[in-house]
């Protein structure tokens, strides 16, 4: 769980997912969209991916890919994160992080 917890916080938007995960691909398109580029872990990429998957199943989430974080807390899954973006909720959310976003874009490109 340590290792999730510090990945999680590393970036102000963090989603854990899977390479095969439709959802995860739909989630982390839905940043992009809203300006965010988040950082993403793909568990099963990793060596300690089972156990960072358990860690997440023990952190609250209902299925463990997409875990999204934002600004180091659990925010939820698809189910969650969609119902928010839909309510109006999740932009407010991200304000932060797209500010940020075009930040660094603009110092990219000078």
Same mark, same amino acid.
């Given at each position: 769980?340590?290792?999730?917890?510090? %990945? +999680?916080?590393? *970036?102000?938007?963090?989603?854990?997912?899977?390479?095969?995960?439709?959802?995860?691909?739909?989630? =982390?398109? %839905?940043?992009?969209?809203?300006?965010? =580029?988040?950082?993403?872990?793909?568990?099963?990429?990793?060596?300690?991916?089972?156990?960072?998957?358990?860690?997440?199943?023990?952190?609250?989430? =209902?299925?463990?890919?997409? +875990?999204?974080?934002?600004?180091?807390?659990?925010?939820?899954?698809?189910?969650?994160?969609?119902?928010?973006?839909?309510?109006?909720?999740?932009?407010?959310?991200? *304000?932060?992080?797209?500010?940020?976003?075009?930040?660094?874009?603009? +110092?990219?490109?000078?």
């Amino acid at each position: 769980m340590d290792k999730v917890t510090r %990945l +999680a916080s590393e *970036k102000g938007v963090v989603i854990f997912s899977k390479s095969s995960c439709c959802l995860c691909y739909a989630v =982390n398109i %839905l940043f992009h969209e809203l300006g965010v =580029n988040p950082i993403l872990h793909e568990i099963d990429q990793d060596p300690e991916g089972r156990e960072m998957e358990k860690a997440l199943m023990r952190m609250g989430c =209902n299925a463990p890919v997409p +875990a999204v974080f934002i600004g180091g807390k659990l925010v939820g899954s698809t189910n969650e994160i969609m119902s928010m973006h839909l309510s109006g909720q999740l932009t407010p959310m991200l *304000k932060p992080y797209i500010r940020l976003c075009a930040e660094i874009s603009t +110092a990219v490109e000078e």
